[in-house]
Antibody, heavy 120, light 109 residues
């Protein structure tokens, strides 16, 4: 069974940092790209970042570029999102999502999300 | 940046057909994916590549895409279909390629 489990969220102050983890299981991790998608309270989905299966290609949304860093550790079947210089507007549930087996740029499995709250 | 526009809400009676649209400049040239998100849950892929369904998604969910509008159609609507629906594309011409639509709340009357 494919599973994605996010962790690392919590309460942080503006200007602070957090490291989110997406732990994957149930599939060949090294064959799939992973994305991070966030959802502010009561708002829609916002794509945040992408890392290709071999980590050779990485993308970020303009809203996070220069502050967020995505990486992966194939030995741990995990993808990480390092979030620096946190802003109040970064408050959201952060989901990791796997690229679809049948379509490179759809997301077929999602984690349950981890909540990041930025407040002083 | 590429923009996808959806109507905020759609209401439909049980057994009828719900139509959810997603507007974007020449969206017909892109592959469109659709997600259902029930309250308190993670999104779920219901249609990919304009009109294909993942395993386990009922045939009642169908999609089309042409010109400047992509459409998700839910036939024979059930109470359990009440959810937010988001379209999504991958803009390969951009260095920030992931794009979601604004979302449509489908209410079953």
């Amino acid at each position: 069974e494919v599973q994605l489990v996010e962790s690392g969220g919590g309460l942080a102050q503006p200007g602070g940092s957090l490291r989110l983890t997406c732990a994957a299981s149930g599939f060949t991790f090294t064959s799939y790209a992973i994305n991070w998608v966030r959802q502010a309270p009561g708002k829609g989905l916002e794509w945040v970042s992408y890392i290709r299966s071999d980590a050779t290609t990485i993308y970020y949304a303009d809203s996070v570029k220069g502050r967020f860093t995505i990486s992966r550790d194939d030995a741990k079947n995990s993808v990480f999102l390092q979030i620096n210089s946190l802003r109040v507007e970064d408050t959201a549930v952060y989901y990791c999502a796997r690229e679809a087996s049948a379509s490179y740029y759809a997301f077929d499995y999602w984690g349950q999300g981890t909540l990041v709250t930025v407040s002083s | 940046s590429y923009v996808l526009t959806q109507a905020p809400s759609v209401s439909v009676a049980p057994g009828q057909t719900a139509t959810v649209t997603c507007g974007g400049n020449n969206i017909g040239s892109k592959s469109v994916h659709w997600y259902q998100q029930r309250p308190g849950q993670a999104p779920e892929l219901v249609v990919y590549d304009d009109s294909d369904r993942p395993s386990g998604i009922p045939e009642r969910f169908s999609g089309s895409n042409s010109g400047n509008t992509a459409t998700l159609t839910i036939s024979r609507v059930e109470a359990g279909d009440e959810a937010d629906y988001f379209c999504q594309v991958w803009d390969t011409n951009s260095d920030h390629p992931g794009v979601f639509g604004t979302g449509t709340k489908v209410t079953v009357l």
